[in-house]
């Protein structure tokens, strides 16, 4: 299983961008699918996942009412579209997939995606 994320890059604070997470080889249960983020010298923390089946959302409240979390199941991706950017938000962000119900939250998921490097300037 691979995950591949894009979409990544330089905005100025109050901007936008969306990420993008696309899954690829073999056909995998697929429990949830969420963001995470590390910034330097920080843990990863979780941003937002959503549930495969019926679609229901989580969010960090640090990104709450700015960023969505939404799926494709057609095209196997899941984005993550940030909106009024901080320059806090800056950091990677992984997608992560996990094939069985557990803590949404954690970082105890099954499959990593590289990575994709947001940086939001003042």
């Known amino acids: 299983v691979q995950l591949q994320a894009s979409g990544g890059g330089l905005v100025q604070a109050g901007g936008s961008l969306r990420l993008s997470c696309a899954a690829s080889?073999?056909?995998?249960?697929?429990?949830?699918m969420g963001w995470f983020r590390q910034a330097p010298g920080k843990e990863r923390e979780f941003v937002a996942a959503i549930r495969w089946s019926g679609g229901s959302t989580y969010y960090a409240d640090s990104v709450k009412g700015r960023f969505t979390i939404s799926r494709d199941n057609a095209k196997n991706t899941v984005y993550l579209q940030m909106n009024s950017l901080k320059t806090e938000d800056t950091a990677v962000y992984y997608c992560?997939?996990?094939?069985?119900?557990?803590?949404?939250?954690?970082?105890?998921?099954?499959?990593w995606g590289q990575g994709t490097l947001v940086t939001v300037s003042s």
């Open positions: 992560a997939a996990r094939e069985l119900p557990g803590l949404i939250t954690s970082t105890t998921y099954d499959y």
């Open positions: 080889g073999r056909t995998f249960s697929r429990y949830a």
